[in-house]
Nanobody, 131 residues
C-alpha cells in the first residue's frame, strides 16, 4: 500500500518561502516520475513541477519557473518542493504524486506532468500566502 506523508505547508507573507516535504512508504520514489500539483478553491488541479524517473529531468509550470524547485532524496524516500518569492496566487492545496508507469523514463515533458498521468497521491497540504 502506497502512502505519502506531506508536511511543510502553512501561512506565509507575500515574498516569503516554504519547503514542502513528501515522504513515501510502500513504494520507492527512485526511478519513477514524481511531481507536485496544486488546487485552489473552484479551480482544477494543475501541475506545478515534475521530475523524471531518471536523469532528474525537470518541468516547471510557467507560473512558478524560477521561483520553485523540485527535488528528491532517495536515501530518505522523500521529495521536496522549495518555494520562494511566494505570491497570493500561489495559495492552494499542494499535492505530491507519483507516476507508477514511468520507471526510468529519462525525460520530463509537459504532457508527462499532467495530473492524469499520476496514480498515487498524497493527502495535500495547505499553503496560504497573504498579501
Amino acid at each position: 500500500q502506497v502512502q505519502f506523508a506531506e508536511s511543510g505547508g502553512g501561512l506565509v507573507q507575500s515574498g516569503g518561502s516554504l519547503r514542502l516535504s513528501c515522504s513515501a512508504s510502500g513504494f520507492t520514489l527512485n526511478n519513477y516520475a514524481i511531481g507536485w500539483f496544486r488546487q485552489a478553491p473552484g479551480k482544477e488541479r494543475e501541475e506545478v513541477a515534475c521530475i523524471s524517473g531518471s536523469n532528474d529531468d525537470t518541468y516547471y509550470a510557467d507560473s512558478v519557473k524560477g521561483r520553485f524547485a523540485i527535488s528528491r532524496e532517495n536515501a530518505k524516500n522523500t521529495m521536496y518542493l522549495q518555494m520562494g518569492s511566494l505570491k497570493p496566487e500561489d495559495t492552494a492545496t499542494y499535492y505530491c504524486a507519483l507516476d507508477p508507469v514511468s520507471f526510468k523514463v529519462p525525460n520530463m515533458t509537459p504532457r508527462a506532468c499532467r495530473p492524469s498521468r499520476f496514480g498515487y497521491w498524497g493527502q495535500g497540504t495547505q499553503v496560504t500566502v497573504s498579501s
